[in-house]
């Protein structure tokens, strides 16, 4: 499935907002999970600042916390989310 959303831009604003100056864009795979030992191991502040980033980037608002689990399984979903309602 192809996205309109640049992905690599997100993962270049995740990175900013994340402070993950260790990392560039192309070390993050879309597929790969956000949270967890798996993948970038992101926690629950991290959750917050990628809530933030979309409302202030993208005029989403995210209040459901339920709704932002299934949101940030990784980039993918994240790109799919903002394509869908922004």
Known sequence: MHFM??????K??????LN???????????????????????DSIDALELIVLMEKNYGIKLSDPAKAKSVFVNV????????ENK
């Open 76 to 83: 993918s979903t994240m790109a799919r989310f903002i394509e």
């Open 12 to 17: 270049t604003q995740i990175i900013e907002a």
């Open 5 to 10: 959303m640049d992905t690599l831009k997100l």
């Open 20 to 42: 993950l100056e260790e990392l560039k864009p192309e070390d993050i795979n879309d597929e790969a999970p956000l949270f967890g030992p798996d993948g970038l191991g992101l």
